[in-house]
């Protein structure tokens, strides 16, 4: 009887042991972005400083890290998917290095499978045998516009008065141009919450910088020796890129005048992604007046 239920327990339990699957992330210390293929096959079309690839299933793949910057090279290596102190199914996190301008791919941790993770936002997620996302979808329009050539002219004497009569073209032609606009944008799914790839935004700003990204400027910004240079340098961070207000609110942390950090936060509200939360920012100031005047120019649109 003993015999019979260990058989049909191991009968119920296989499909658990079968179905059992793993994830890795992998994350550029620097914030370097990057593709990345495992087994092949490419798992993210925009480059990306941290990303996590869950649903496999075999102990190892092949991992090749190509990057969006090619001076840094590949990394092309095998890497197991299980914890290694005791090989059961994880979350295995994978950390890129660069050591002395050689790029390396080094294990960092793993934890217990999580059936309900939260990725991060700052996480791109993609579930492993799925396509990954079309990069881009081109839209065309055409235009057209006739254009009917003027009719001809002609002086007319009537009573002394000279006119000009506009008298119809027997040859009247027409112009007919053609003008096409291309916009492109970038498919953006989503499974189970998780974030996929984001749209090309001709202007304006939908996405903060990823936490690879923003670590990499911060540490920029608290590495200048004058408050003057961080200033500047920051400013010049938020050139090609775009903020969340929690972002703003580190960045003002690392100023040691209140006057720094209220010309900075004024200066990043236009590079916000998330206006609405712009009243947290009023937590880094010491004083009211600067709070005040923080709160008026966001009331006023940002001027």
């Keep these: 009887m003993k015999i019979k239920f260990a058989l049909l327990a191991c009968i119920v339990l296989l499909p658990l042991f079968s ?10 210390e620097d914030g370097d972005k990057f593709y990345l293929l495992l087994n092949g096959q490419k798992q993210n079309e925009l480059p990306h400083a941290n990303v996590r690839i869950d649903g496999l299933t ?46 390396k791919l080094r294990y960092f941790s793993a934890q217990p499978v999580q059936p309900n993770y939260t990725p991060p936002a700052d996480v791109y997620v993609m579930h492993y045998g799925q396509p990954a996302p079309a990069a881009n979808t081109v839209t065309q329009t055409t235009v057209t ?12 004497n009537a009573g002394g008065v000279s006119m000009t009569v506009n008298m119809p073209d027997a040859n ?44 990499s400027a911060k540490e920029t910004v608290e590495k200048a020796s004058f408050e003057d240079t961080k200033l500047s340098t920051a400013k010049s961070i938020l050139g090609g890129n775009c903020v969340s207000a929690e972002q703003v609110m580190q960045i003002c942390k ?20 998330d206006k609405g939360n712009y009243f947290k920012v009023n937590n880094v ?19």
């Design 254 to 273: 690392l100023f040691s005048f209140e006057a720094s950090k209220l010309n900075f936060a004024k200066f990043a509200y236009s590079k916000t992604t």
């Design 19 to 28: 179905f059992a699957q793993s994830s890795i992330t992998i994350f550029s």
């Design 145 to 156: 516009t006739t254009q009917v050539n003027p009719n001809t002219s002609m002086n007319v």
């Design 285 to 303: 100031f010491d004083f009211d007046a600067s709070k005040t005047e923080l709160n008026n120019f966001v009331s006023n649109g940002g001027r």
């Design 58 to 103: 075999q102990p190892y793949y092949k991992a090749k890290i190509v990057f969006e910057d090619k001076a840094k090279g590949d990394i092309d290596k095998s890497i197991p998917v299980n914890d290694p102190a005791t090989n059961a199914n994880a979350d295995v996190v994978y950390k890129i290095k660069n050591k002395d301008g050689d790029m």
């Design 172 to 215: 009247m032609s027409t112009t007919t141009t053609q003008t096409t606009v291309t916009r492109s944008t970038t498919t953006s799914t989503s499974d189970n919450g998780y974030s996929q790839e984001q749209p090309v935004q001709a202007a304006g700003c939908q996405y903060p910088m990823d936490f690879g990204s923003f670590k």
